[in-house]
């Protein structure tokens, strides 16, 4: 028999993405959140909560790994079919995954899962074993991943969370992920040298670039609490739009303050994340960085003696590697995936 | 200023697909089939009209060439956006396909198209220079290309008609392509031995395997008009359930049998398509067949002197080509359609 | 300390390829015959001794299965190093192949094999579990597998016995084979319609079409004792060549010529080798005589009752699979290899 | 008619590789030396002078670009064919390169070219239009590039002076290139911790690295004339090997030292190449010295102010990539080719 459950009264539902701990309904913020069961039954709806005014939400649901479905959210409360018709006997892993980003200039932009519905059970979920949290720009979001190669429109159907190279990275080692990103911004400025739009700064609120009260209800910009998912890996990838700034002749920043940033976004990441390996892995979008990132990262180390920051170059994209908006496609991704899990593979 | 169009008030719009001639609305009953439009305009809407017992329809849509959604069709009518917030002064292509098959055993399914809401305007679209009319089971179908390798249920989830090597055929081309298959179906019978279930039985229809008073009302057992759209190229991938009748013991039909149903079926494409060149490609699932069916392939041709009838093994899919419910992947499928497509070209 | 060996004296040597029984020396005729040795020694030499008027004989040497030398063989008798400053405690497998074919328009072309030199011994040699015959033309032969795309000079240097659709088959099996082929030749005819030139007319010899007073004493105008090496499969891919003859006008012979010849081929492929799956493997560089070769392999077997002859086609060579002088290049040939042995494994 | 002439004698001969002014015979001391040639004529030969102890010298011949020919010099002076029976009117462009290392181990080691014999003429040759030299150890010598992934022997079969990063790189910008590169070698120290095998010493040299009194005589000790051939790109690949170095208990330098020496060997490079751009690429083989490498390479430029000087990682050699004796195999190479290239395309 069909019964509607509320999320909190799941036991078994594995959660992701930085969030709340709010589970009625449970907001997912970051590209990349969603949610996971193992559900041993012949059909599965979820019911979700979505807005926007510019930039819709989008989402992509996993059947035992495969990627099935990919929609837009549409305005309102929805009851959407995961699968249907299937064997009731075997248990379905089902990921729903949230493809577009956190968007910063869309207040009204927003998903939320209310309950799951099903005839069926939801069986326990094994535990991965790493976790990951990955921090970054437009590159980090999957922007360009989805779309013809001419497109330049800034739309959030671009946009990936299953196909990134964090998202890969992650599949590797069958790992739990975060993803901190926002298309356009840096350490110290985003690509039009905005220092106000930079990650550090909202590091340790909950999603605190979102804005309008809205998102203020909903607690994104609460302090998170690190201290209920450690990440054993944390992975910086920025300083492609801060590079663009310094193009722009009226920023009046130097390099120097670029690489104190770096320092001082270090020494917070750290401080919420006293045991993970960190590694800024960067050049995905052209290497002019590697030495401004270079220097901060050995001062870094330096001054403080943590060993466990890394610096790695992630392979350019080249030509034929291309998505949608100058962005990297897939095989860029995973080239940056090959590159990057195979250096988390030497240091764990 | 957004308004909502009828599909027979729309001049620029491409319907794909085998159906009948009614507009209001547009029934998409093969895999395959759908529509096309370039729209001027900031958003676009389908207004798509659904219905099913156990199997819904899936279709994808396509934004300037590149797959960005793809879903579930949910019952009752319901406005879905294919875009939204983009450049309206740029023209998008966009392409509706139907990705599961016409279902025979369900005689609720079905899915239509009443009507398209924009901002925008409806501009000309270029005429496509071939035409190929695909003939199968469920290789043609898509059936497996998605869906993990492990998964066994039969559910409409798993089909395409984006990435079969029919669509990926017709793509090398920009080529106008029509699909007229059904899982499980042959020449002369089903994989279990039903030779009700036979596609020359039904080539003559408009859908006339489907099933129920609603498929009469809609026209699927019409007679087909094959005039209105005359192919260039015929291919016939049918033989791989035929071959698993004949390893059944109560089975009472000889290869002889086979053979005739195959030259029978040849005259019958032949007799509505007289211009059309036409390839039995078989081989994805297994070449056993190839003797018998080029020994029926030759005979029709030394009977009637037609010598525009071909045969070509299309390659088998190998380990690690597999996609879900032992059927061909996308490896597979695109393995058939580069030598598929360069027997065309070698051809035409 | 070194020494010599002649190769009737070593007891652990794998002589491969289509010969005599004479060992002093041992003669190479056709392509990808050869020798094969497990060496356990510090160093290895091989003497040959080679001739040629217009085209000089080229050899690879596989070092534990890998290519590492290929080669002219200069005129004369020659000492050649095979491997030197190894471990003397390791057992090296070392397989010497002549990548040009048997030269039938060259009748000093020449190369044999007197001796091998060591300080190590002869270890034993596996017995491989599947022995393969291909019959075929240039595409057999391997000819175009080296060189540039743009090169148009028919010369020794551009073929392969080592990369060639049958070598790599043999590969994916660890099987022996043997190869017999001829670049422009056919069954009724080669590519310039000389009768003369065609395969089976020589097929019951040790390597017939060779011409000159030294190929007669050598033994290549001998019968061939089939009882010595009875392959599992035969692999005939011939047609190619007949197919270019019936374009030119003069050719006087028909179509049914051309299938009579298949017929009476297959009928002397089977009387030697009566225990073998025969495959006839057609398309790699076009796929015109597949209805003639189909009917004549349709009619051999319902003649004769026969069920062990097959037909496939193996897929053309496309744009950017190309080898030198307009023939299959490597990519080609490992896709025919995968096609070809997929069959093989599904038979066997 | 036949007729040899003495490389002095060759006006239209291109001489690659570091060497000295000696064209009686032109010694080839480094991987990636040879000579490059354009000949319209049917047949060439080359007569080259080999010597060695332990490791013979490897060659691989380039007909118009594609590789034909590789084997090893046999000892002593020999009339090797590099093409025969050819169109007498087209041009063949012939490149012969030297495929093994310097042999710093072995004092007898030796190659040479005393003179070509053709019935040709020697055609004029294209300037290439950058020039490109690559410092590093066994991978840019290529070893492992050839031979089985189990081979452990150090011998010089296994190496490549064609299909290195090196050489791969250079083949895309249709660059000449230089290679001074030692197995085992470093910056500061070889992997065993001695001082003396580091590749600084020897940079002012020819081939300061050879030993032995012909060597001497040949002109390999003596100071090169950096004015001959100035690149336009240095890529120095070391560290690897001193990383190594300091994982010996026994091993006394530091990390500092290292970085000195880093640092004392731009300048050393800049002394003699003052206008190019020099790239550090590492990580073929792991990234453990990139916070030092990067450490220098950043003082370095604050000392100086030169900002012609670079950092990449080259991506390190995965599962699947590894040829003989657990270094980079080709698919490596051409992984590392593609990442540097692209950043050299992106500076020049």
Redesign the interface.
Known sequence: MIKEYKISEIKNIKLNGRSTDCLEPYTLFWTGSGFEVNVKGRELWVEIEADYE???PWFTVL????P?????A?KGSNKI?L?????PE?IKNVRFIKDSQAMHDDEKCMLSIHSLITDGVFCSIDERKLKIEFIGDSITSGEGI???T????W?S??FSGVYSYAALTAEKFKADYRIISQSGWGVLSSWDGNTANAIPKYYEKVCGLLTGDRNKKLGATDDYDFKKWQPDVVVVNLGTNDCNAFEMPEFTYTIEDFENEVIMFLKKIRKYNPKADIIWGY?ML??KM??SI??A??AY?LETGDKKV????L??T?EGMFG?RQHPGLKSHKQAA??LS??IM?MI
Not at 150 to 153: A, H, L, N
Not at 310 to 313: A, G, M, P, S, V
């Open positions: 510019e930039q819709e059947i035992n790994g495969a099935v479905l990919r929609q837009m549409p079919c699968f249907r018709s299937r064997n075997e989805f779309g013809d001419k497109e330049e429109d739309v159907m671009f050049g052209g290497y590697t030495a270079t220097r990262v050995n180390t890394h610096f790695i170059n392979p350019n080249r949608s090959e590159v195979d250096y030497g």
